[in-house]
């Protein structure tokens, strides 16, 4: 009698903690970053189901805008796709211009405060922080990829001990040019030798995926290329998946959504990230 009763108060125990994971994978927003009077948020979700102890590969995403706009959802869908597959993925805000006034410079500083928080919460959030994806389009693969490769803008309340390169990128027609006639210049200027990350790809920059439109009016081929190019003279692997016909954000749309994911999954697969 004792030993069922003892049995039934574990299970009970086992199923509000499963509950308690579940609600929270639903909708958890936290706050990873306080500046003056702005509250920059992520959204977390998690895996349907998750075994205690155990720590899961991990996505942060960025959406696009030119630094200017925000929509924290773009890479909703995506995310719903990578928790199916058993990873932990992040919504991340940023300042932007349209609503704190800021630059170009400000959105990256918070990319790099955003994967510096992740990684700091590791424990928190059941990730393996060896294991953190960074993810965007168009400006937001600046980010991701500034994060990873640019040296400077780095928020002075950060901890720099913590590293903001994710170990691996995956980047939907990132505006990774931004030196002169390339994207944003006008805003950026000459700080683009030590902002854009086609000027700073250096050895140790992490594989890479990239999918591009063949008409995109903002990233010409040639330039991916480019980029593609430099990285493998690094000796950093960095794919380019290119689709005929495409222009800029062509992503968002549900076929190519589908598309991409497929093409995500084996580079993922690939890295050992995820098992097939």
């Known amino acids: 009698m004792i030993k069922n009763f003892i049995f039934f108060i574990l299970l009970f125990c086992l199923c509000v903690e499963t509950f308690a994971q579940q609600k929270e994978g639903i909708d958890n927003f936290v706050i990873y970053k306080k500046i003056d009077s702005t509250i920059l948020k992520m959204e977390v979700l998690y895996p349907p189901s ?32 990578f928790v199916k597959e058993g990873m932990v993925c992040f919504l991340a805000d940023y ?53 990873a490769l640019v040296d400077g803008y780095n928020e002075l309340t950060d901890d720099q001990s913590v590293s903001c390169i994710p170990n691996a990128l995956i980047l939907f027609n990132p505006v990774i040019d931004n030196g002169p006639g390339g994207y944003g210049y006008e805003r950026i200027g000459e700080a683009y030798k030590n902002f854009s990350p086609l000027h700073n790809i250096h050895k140790g920059a992490p594989p890479t995926i990239i999918f591009l439109g063949t008409k995109d009016h903002l990233i010409p081929v040639a330039t991916m290329r480019y980029y593609q190019t430099v990285m493998k003279k690094v000796g950093s692997r960095c794919d380019l998946i290119l689709y005929e016909g495409e222009d800029h954000g062509f992503f968002n749309k549900k076929d190519f959504v589908d598309k991409t994911l497929i093409e995500a999954d084996k580079f993922l697969i690939s890295l050992g990230v995820l098992r097939e």
């Open 50 to 81: 998750m075994e205690k102890g155990k720590k899961y590969p991990c996505i942060v995403f960025f959406y696009g805008g030119g630094w200017i706009s925000r929509n924290v959802n773009q890479f909703k869908i995506f995310a719903k796709h």
């Open 95 to 147: 300042r932007t211009e349209s609503k704190q006034g800021t630059t170009p410079f400000e959105s990256l500083k918070d990319a790099k405060s955003a994967i510096r928080f992740v990684r700091e919460n590791a424990d928190r959030f059941h990730i393996n922080k060896d294991s953190l994806i960074g993810s965007g389009g168009s400006a937001g693969g600046q980010l991701a990829a500034g994060a």
